[in-house]
């Protein structure tokens, strides 16, 4: 089982970046994928999720509206597009695999946003 995130970086406020996680080893369709982040110093914070067939998402308020998090069953893969991206948004990044029996993890990577 793997989850491999990518797209990390610096970025200035305001900016955009698109995180993708691709996934290997398991039935990714079958799976609810999420986004979390960890800023230094703080907890990991739960940004949003898809869900497996119906691709419903949920996000959390701080990230409403500038995130969107799509998934295509046919590439193994999930992404964060996020916009207007602030100062308080640099962390890393991680992705989620989890089903009733199982939960997956990425290693993460590292977003930046600073002037």
């Known amino acids: 089982v793997q989850l491999v995130e990518s797209g990390g970086g610096w970025v200035q406020p305001g900016g955009s970046l698109k995180l993708s996680c691709a996934a290997s080893g398991f039935t990714f369709s079958t799976y609810r994928m999420s986004w979390y982040r960890q800023a230094p110093g703080k907890e990991r914070e739960f940004i949003g999720a898809i869900s497996s067939v119906a691709e419903i998402t949920n996000y959390a308020d701080s990230v409403k509206g500038r995130f969107t998090i799509s998934r295509d069953n046919t590439k193994n893969a999930v992404y964060l597009q996020m916009n207007s991206l602030k100062p308080e948004d640099t962390a890393a990044y991680y992705c989620?695999?989890?089903?009733?029996?199982?939960?997956?993890w990425g290693k993460g990577t590292l977003v930046t946003v600073s002037s």
């Open positions: 989620q695999a989890r089903n009733l029996y199982r939960e997956h």
